[in-house]
C-alpha cells in the first residue's frame, strides 16, 4: 500500500510538472501573438488618416 501511494505521488509530480511547463509554454504563446497583435494595430491606426 505505501508503494502504491509513493507511485501514485511521483506520477503526481511528473504531472504537475507537464502542466506547468505546458501552461508556461501556452502562456508566452499568447504573449507573442499579443505583441504581434499589438504591432498590427499600431501599424493600422498609423494608416488611419486624422
Given at each position: 500500500?505505501?508503494?502504491?501511494?509513493?507511485a501514485l505521488e511521483a506520477?503526481?509530480?511528473r504531472q504537475r510538472t507537464e502542466d506547468?511547463?505546458?501552461r508556461q509554454r501556452d502562456r508566452e504563446e499568447t504573449n507573442a501573438l499579443l505583441r504581434e497583435l499589438r504591432a498590427?494595430?499600431?501599424t493600422v491606426l498609423q494608416r488611419v488618416p486624422r
Open positions: 500500500m505505501a508503494e502504491e501511494i509513493r506520477r503526481w509530480q506547468l511547463a505546458a498590427d494595430i499600431k
